[in-house]
């Protein structure tokens, strides 16, 4: 079982920062990719960003490319992303994902359906 737990999410001005966190128990999700998944009111959800479990590779949606980055730390089962030049559109609740299906050194999820395990997630709301 799998346990992952976001943080840091919050209410920001166009142009601020933030930094999620999300720490993960139960087992060992340093051999696997991780990743963020976003979903606004009436969207779909949307993988924003994504890692392999070496952290040298990364993936990123058009969206956010140039202003998120997505980093791991495996020695504390943690991922984090952070999000530079927010943007109105950027407002969304962020899951943290794990994607279990696959262990090689350089894959990246890629899409929403790739994950296999979700927080519960943490909002992220800025104002123009």
């Known amino acids: 079982q799998v346990q992952l737990v976001e943080s840091g999410g919050g209410l920001v001005q166009a142009g601020d920062s933030l930094r999620l966190s999300c720490a993960a128990s139960?087992?060992?999700?340093?051999?696997?990719?991780m990743g963020w998944v976003r979903q606004a009111p009436g969207n779909e959800r949307e993988n924003v960003a994504s890692i392999n479990w070496r952290g040298d590779r990364t993936y990123y949606a058009d969206s956010v490319e140039g202003r998120f980055t997505i980093s791991r730390d495996n020695a504390k089962s943690s991922v984090y992303l952070q999000m530079d030049s927010l943007k109105p559109e950027d407002t969304a609740v962020y899951y943290c994902?794990?994607?279990?299906?696959?262990?090689?050194?350089?894959?990246?999820?890629?899409?929403?359906?790739?994950?296999?395990?979700w927080g519960q997630g943490t909002q992220v709301t800025v104002s123009s």
């Open positions: 139960g087992r060992i999700v340093s051999s696997f990719s």
């Open positions: 994902a794990l994607d279990i299906s696959y262990d090689g050194p350089y894959y990246t999820a890629r899409t929403v359906a790739d994950y296999d395990y």
